[in-house]
């Protein structure tokens, strides 16, 4: 088992390492101006867990490919999820000052600085698509944009609803708190998994294992971060503590109590490992990927 996670982490930091060059790379190649540049490589590129990236090559893995079609894919939601952060942390949203053990973007710079390094992110994922390494066809670069446009929406919509409202009036608390969960962190991770499918030309029944596969992933991943939030050791998660409680967010643990959600939880484990125990020996990396999650500590 010791040597199982020895290579495990071999093979992931392996695949990190290639994420932060491809990014530093397509910076380089861009030539920003000075502080646009520094902003954007303060924020990509200051460690993180690089789990979307992740699942990206993993899942293009898990389909039949080897995981190198889909580092554009990879750089994208990475960039996009850069960005929803700096975006997050600012004081009109979530009005954080540490993120990753440092101080947030905005307030190691400035907020004019963190407003415009989101948006180009933004503007650098749907560029890093087809600029880090050239997708074989148009109808599979329309078709990853199409999966990243809807992820960042989604997120965007998600967003709204965890700090502005506006739901469907006859929504319970739990429809509420799915909504939420669902686009601001599912569904961007959902199409991580699916555009490292859609690059490795996975076949139709695969694409909709690894879409299913996303979206437990994703729901499991914000209910393991609402739970950090609060119960989790501030060294390990580099994120100031209490902030949903302060700031009054629906998150699973508030709707349904610290063992409510820890259930929830349980439940989509068991579906992933459903749905992963559909994928031979290929899915290694991402059954990896799962079981990780589960323990996550940061
Ligand atoms: C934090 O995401 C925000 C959520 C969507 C829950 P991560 O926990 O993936 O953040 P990093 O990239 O590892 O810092
Ligand atoms: C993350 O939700 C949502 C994003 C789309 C960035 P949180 O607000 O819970 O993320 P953290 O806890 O600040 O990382
Ligand atoms: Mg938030
Ligand atoms: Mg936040
Ligand atoms: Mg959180």
Redesign the pocket.
């Known amino acids: 088992v010791i040597h199982e996670q020895h290579e495990t982490k071999a093979r992931f930091d392996t695949i990190r390492e290639t994420i932060d060059g491809a990014i530093a790379c397509l910076l380089d190649e861009l030539a920003l101006p000075a502080p646009l540049d520094t902003a954007i490589r303060y924020a990509a590129l200051s460690g993180g867990k690089r789990l979307r990236p992740l699942l990206a090559i993993e899942s293009a893995r898990a389909v039949g490919g080897s995981g190198d079609e889909a580092l554009g894919s990879a750089v994208a939601v990475e960039l996009v999820h850069a960005f929803s952060l700096v975006h997050?942390?600012l004081p009109a949203?979530?009005n954080?000052d540490l993120r990753r053990g440092r101080p947030t973007l905005h307030k190691h710079t400035d907020e004019a600085t963190a407003i415009l390094a989101g948006d180009a992110m933004l503007a650098l994922a749907f560029e890093a698509i087809d600029r880090v390494d050239p997708v074989p066809n148009d109808a599979a670069h329309r078709a990853l944009l199409n999966e990243l446009t809807h992820g960042t929406r989604a997120m965007i919509v998600g967003q709204i609803h965890d700090t502005l409202g506006g739901f469907p009036e006859s929504f319970s608390d739990q429809q509420r708190v799915d909504l939420i969960h669902e686009n601001k962190t599912g569904a961007l991770i959902r199409a991580s998994c699916v555009m490292g499918a859609i690059s490795a030309c996975a076949d139709p029944d695969d694409l909709t294992l690894i879409s299913d596969l996303g979206s437990v992933i994703g729901l499991q991943f914000q209910i393991v971060d609402d739970l950090l939030d609060i119960e989790g050791d501030p060294e390990l998660v580099g994120k100031t503590l209490g902030?949903d409680e302060a700031a009054n967010k629906l998150t699973y643990p508030s709707v349904l109590g610290i063992e409510g959600a820890r259930s929830a939880l349980e439940d989509l484990n068991t579906r992933a490992d459903s749905i992963l125990d559909r994928f031979g020996e290929r899915a290694i990396g991402l059954r990896a990927i799962v079981d990780a999650l589960k323990s996550r500590r940061a």
Request: glycine content about 0%.
């Open positions: 997050d942390d949203l979530d954080d902030k």
